[in-house]
Nanobody
Framework: EVQLVESGGGLVQPGESLRLSCAAA????????MSWVRQAPGKGLEWISG????????SYADSVKGRFTMSRDNADNTLFLQLNSVKPEDTAVYYC????????????????WGQGTQVTVSS
């Protein structure tokens, strides 16, 4: 059974940093691309970052580029998202998403989602 369990969310002040983790189980983690997707209150889903399988080439949405860094530890089956210089508009539930392919493309299908972790940016 595929499981994706996010952690690390919480309340932070603008300008601070936070690291999210996603523990993966039930599949060969290193063989698949992964993404982070967020949903702000009252808004739709927003893809924010992706990482390819293996050594993991990354890509980012313009809204987080230069502030967020995505990485993976294939030995530990864990996905990370480092959030730096956070802004109030980063407030959202953050989801870890498994992609069905090794390489992330614009129309790559996803098949599993975690339960999400809440990030709130407020002073």
């Amino acid at each position: 059974e595929v499981q994706l369990v996010e952690s690390g969310g919480g309340l932070v002040q603008p300008g601070e940093s936070l690291r999210l983790s996603c523990a993966a189980a039930g599949f060969t983690f290193s063989n698949y691309a992964m993404s982070w997707v967020r949903q702000a209150p009252g808004k739709g889903l927003e893809w924010i970052s992706g990482i390819n399988a293996g050594r993991g080439r990354t890509s980012y949405a313009d809204s987080v580029k230069g502030r967020f860094t995505m990485s993976r530890d294939n030995a530990d089956n864990t996905l990370f998202l480092q959030l730096n210089s956070v802004k109030p508009e980063d407030t959202a539930v953050y989801y870890c998403v498994k992609i069905q392919t090794a390489i992330l493309a614009g129309d790559s299908p996803c098949d599993y989602w975690g339960q999400g972790t809440q990030v709130t940016v407020s002073s």
